[in-house]
Nanobody, 119 residues
Framework: QVQLVESGGGLVQAGGSLRLSCAAS????????MGWFRQTPGKEREFVAL????????YYGDSVKGRFTISRDNAKNTMYLQMSSLKPEDTAVYSC????????????WGQGTQVTVSS
């Protein structure tokens, strides 16, 4: 059974930092394209970042480029999202996702973790 469990969310002041974790079980992060997404009520889910299964390619949404960094630890089978220079508009539920198929066709999702950035 595949499980993706996010952690690390919380309340932070604008300009601060947080690191989110996505711990995987039932799949190997290095064999999957892994991504982070976020969503706020009333809005569509937004792409945040992606690390390809090879680990060679990283992609970011325009709104987070230069501030967020995606990474993974194969030994811990965990993916991370380091978020810096946080803004109130980064407030959302952040979820991780995985796929062994092509990028964009995610098969597995975590339950999400809330990130709230106060001004």
């Amino acid at each position: 059974q595949v499980q993706l469990v996010e952690s690390g969310g919380g309340l932070v002041q604008a300009g601060g930092s947080l690191r989110l974790s996505c711990a995987a079980s039932g799949l190997t992060v290095s064999s999957n394209h892994m991504g982070w997404f976020r969503q706020t009520p009333g809005k569509e889910r937004e792409f945040v970042a992606l690390i390809t299964r090879s680990g060679d390619s990283l992609y970011y949404g325009d709104s987070v480029k230069g501030r967020f960094t995606i990474s993974r630890d194969n030994a811990k089978n965990t993916m991370y999202l380091q978020m810096s220079s946080l803004k109130p508009e980064d407030t959302a539920v952040y979820s991780c996702a995985a796929t062994r198929r092509s990028i964009g066709t995610y098969d597995y999702w975590g339950q999400g973790t809330q990130v709230t950035v106060s001004s």
